[in-house]
């Protein structure tokens, strides 16, 4: 027989995966206590008994999937027989795979909704778990910025720069190209720009 603990630990942990998926797919704004409570069959004073409100439950989904994606842009960084082109490629599919909208976008526009000590949270998590790993890749030699930018600025630009690989409507490249190829076809654009001179 399942113990009270272990029938709280099991419904504490399908309030966060099920919120990950509605916060990751529909975003903060459109998702509610009452559609994670739904979609686990909880009521929502249930919901209410594992975390006091929504943004506790964000932060934590962020807090989460950012260590992840720390965790495996890393392990990108780590091999370093691959050029930055080729890690910045893997780094992308990587964010695509984890996140079905773009990240930055889904992170900012939960500020408008969120205190302030929740979005220092969030800020926190971001700065951490994307950029300072990113900015790794802009500090190598091999990654010739441009005079006047920064790593951070270049991780940032990075990141701000990914909205047409989380949507089809606005894709870059040939449609018919495997993944990898689109995802560089719009680097090549990010890195290098889109006119000779």
Request: proline letters at 5%.
């Given at each position: 027989?399942?113990s009270r603990?272990?029938?709280?630990?099991?419904?504490h942990?399908a309030?966060?995966?099920?919120?990950?998926?509605?916060?990751?797919?529909k975003g903060?704004?459109?998702?509610s206590?009452r559609?994670i409570a739904?979609?686990?069959g909880?009521t929502?004073p249930a919901?209410?008994?594992h975390f006091?409100?929504k943004a506790?439950?964000?932060v934590?989904?962020?807090?989460t999937?950012?260590?992840e994606?720390k965790?495996?842009?890393?392990?990108?960084l780590?091999d370093?027989?691959?050029?930055?082109l080729?890690?910045?490629?893997?780094i992308?599919?990587?964010?695509?795979h984890k996140?079905p909208?773009?990240?930055?976008?889904?992170?900012?526009?939960?500020?408008?909704a969120?205190s302030?000590?929740y979005?220092?949270?969030?800020?926190?998590?971001?700065?951490a778990d994307y950029?300072?790993?990113l900015?790794?890749v802009f500090?190598?030699?091999?990654m010739q910025l441009?005079?006047?930018v920064?790593?951070?600025?270049?991780?940032?630009f990075?990141l701000?720069?990914?909205?047409p690989?989380?949507?089809?409507?606005h894709?870059?490249?040939?449609p018919?190209a495997?993944?990898?190829?689109?995802?560089?076809t719009l680097l090549k654009m990010?890195l290098?720009?889109?006119?000779?001179k």
């Amino acid at each position: 027989m399942v113990s009270r603990a272990e029938q709280l630990a099991k419904t504490h942990q399908a309030i966060l995966d099920t919120a990950r998926d509605l916060f990751l797919t529909k975003g903060y704004a459109a998702t509610s206590t009452r559609d994670i409570a739904n979609a686990i069959g909880i009521t929502q004073p249930a919901l209410y008994h594992h975390f006091k409100d929504k943004a506790v439950i964000f932060v934590a989904v962020i807090q989460t999937v950012g260590a992840e994606i720390k965790d495996g842009m890393n392990a990108i960084l780590a091999d370093s027989s691959q050029s930055p082109l080729e890690q910045l490629t893997s780094i992308s599919i990587l964010l695509t795979h984890k996140h079905p909208a773009d990240v930055f976008t889904l992170i900012h526009t939960s500020f408008k909704a969120l205190s302030p000590e929740y979005i220092r949270e969030l800020a926190g998590v971001f700065a951490a778990d994307y950029v300072a790993p990113l900015q790794a890749v802009f500090e190598q030699p091999a990654m010739q910025l441009q005079p006047g930018v920064t790593p951070q600025m270049a991780a940032n630009f990075y990141l701000t720069s990914l909205s047409p690989l989380f949507n089809r409507f606005h894709q870059i490249g040939d449609p018919h190209a495997d993944e990898r190829t689109r995802v560089q076809t719009l680097l090549k654009m990010i890195l290098y720009g889109v006119a000779t001179k």
